[in-house]
C-alpha cells in the first residue's frame, strides 16, 4: 500500500480553524470563469461571436484523511449539515500568498482513499476570490548574553532601524566566558553565531574572554529572499 502524501506547505482553514491532513491531490483550487453568451448573428461571418455574461464563482473539491478529532474536519462536517456560507483561507507554501474566498460545503462524505478513511468534501463559492501575498520580512531578533561565572549580563534588543549594526558588552573581570541566544521571531530563519548554526531561543557555544580585551562575535540571521541581518557584538572583560 502506498503511504499517503499530505499536501505538506499548504494550509486550509474555515472560519479561522484549520484543516488537517489535506491530501496532495486534495487541496480545494476554486477558479471563477466568466460565462460567455453566443451573440453570433448573420453579419458575424465564418466565426461565432459572444460577449461576457456574469461570472461564475466555481467549485471546488477538497479530500482529506478523516480523523474525528480534528477540529476543522468536525467543522466542514458541520459547516454541510447547516448548508450555511462559510469563510475559507487557503495558504500557499513558502509564503506564496493566500486565497480567500466563502462557499458552501455542498458534500461532505466518509469514504475509502488508499485504503484509509477519507473526508471528500465539495465547496460551492459564493462571491470571488482575494489573493494576497504574505509577509516574509525577517523580523529584527534579539540576544540574551549570559557569563560564566555570573549569569545574565544582558540582553540586547536591536531597533530595526540599527539592523545590521554593531553593540557593545561589558563584563567584569570575574566573567571568563560567554554564550550567546539569539532569538528570532520568523519562521524558517536560520541563525549563526560565528558561522555555526543557532537554534532560535537556544544558547550558541561558550566564547572565552581575554581580560583586559575585546572579543568580537558575529551573528546572521538571514532567510531565502529576504536581506540578512549582521549583528556584531563586541564582548570586553575588565583588566581588573
Known amino acids: ?12 482553514s474555515i472560519d479561522g480553524v484549520t484543516i488537517g491532513k489535506i491530501m496532495m491531490d486534495g487541496v480545494p483550487n476554486p477558479e471563477p470563469e466568466a460565462e460567455k453568451v453566443d451573440d453570433t448573428t448573420q453579419d458575424s461571418g465564418d466565426y461565432y461571436e459572444y460577449v461576457l455574461g456574469m461570472i461564475e464563482s466555481g467549485e471546488a473539491d477538497l479530500q482529506c484523511i478523516y480523523d474525528p478529532d480534528d477540529e ?19 495558504t500557499y507554501p513558502n509564503n506564496l500568498g493566500r486565497k480567500s474566498f466563502n462557499a458552501y460545503v455542498m458534500k461532505a462524505s466518509i469514504v475509502t482513499i488508499d485504503k484509509k478513511v477519507g473526508l471528500k468534501c465539495k465547496l460551492a463559492l459564493s462571491g470571488g476570490t482575494t489573493f494576497s501575498t504574505t509577509e516574509t520580512k525577517l523580523t529584527t531578533p534579539f540576544f540574551a548574553i549570559t557569563g560564566t561565572p555570573g549569569g545574565a549580563i544582558s540582553t540586547i534588543v536591536p ?6 549594526g554593531t553593540y557593545i558588552v561589558y563584563c567584569a573581570n570575574s566573567v571568563e566566558s560567554v554564550t550567546v541566544t539569539p532569538t ?57
Not at 159 to 164: G, R
Not at 216 to 234: D, N
Open 1 to 12: 500500500m502506498a503511504a499517503t502524501t499530505y499536501a505538506k506547505g499548504f494550509s486550509l
Open 72 to 90: 476543522g474536519h468536525a467543522a466542514l462536517l458541520a459547516a454541510y449539515a447547516a448548508l450555511d456560507i462559510h469563510s475559507f483561507v487557503l
Open 159 to 164: 531597533a530595526a532601524a540599527d539592523t545590521p
Open 184 to 240: 528570532c521571531a520568523t519562521p524558517g530563519a536560520t541563525i549563526t553565531v560565528d558561522g555555526t548554526p543557532v537554534a532560535t531561543g537556544v544558547a550558541s557555544a561558550s566564547k572565552a574572554l581575554t581580560a583586559g580585551a575585546v572579543r568580537t562575535i558575529l551573528i546572521k540571521v538571514s532567510k531565502a529572499g529576504e536581506t540578512p541581518g549582521l549583528y556584531r557584538l563586541l564582548v570586553g572583560r575588565a583588566a581588573a
